[in-house]
């Protein structure tokens, strides 16, 4: 089972960027062969999907980050990340990251915690 610690997130001026990152820890053998997703779920808002890395490195994004968002990984260190740039006040919210297996349309097998954004002046 992977276990997705989430860290990164915190208060930014709009035009900002952040990066946040998704360690898996614990048994992390079938790491690579995960697609890793990244939510988020903004106040009184559905939980959406923004992103998605498959296992060759493949990313898609949704149409309000494409752009100004970059996912990226590093299978040596379990890690995925979310490189957030030119970032909003709209893009606020409770930022999730999720472990599919295998693919990005694939069932979620593990959920992060969660990290906070806020873009504020």
């Known amino acids: 089972q992977l276990h997705l610690v989430e860290s990164g997130g915190g208060l930014v001026q709009p035009g900002g960027s952040l990066r946040l990152s998704c360690a898996a820890v614990?048994?992390?053998?079938?790491?690579?062969?995960?697609?890793m997703a990244w939510f988020r779920q903004a106040p009184g808002k559905e939980r959406e999907v923004i992103s998605c890395i498959t296992s060759n490195m493949s990313t898609e994004y949704a149409d309000p980050v494409k752009g100004r968002f970059t996912m990226s990984r590093d299978n040596i260190k379990s890690t995925v990340y979310l490189q957030m740039n030119s970032l909003k006040p709209e893009d606020s919210g409770v930022y999730y990251c999720a472990a599919r297996y295998t693919t990005c349309s694939s069932a979620i097998r593990s959920w992060g915690q969660g990290t906070q954004v806020a873009v504020s002046s």
């Open positions: 614990g048994f992390t053998l079938g790491y690579p062969d995960y697609a």
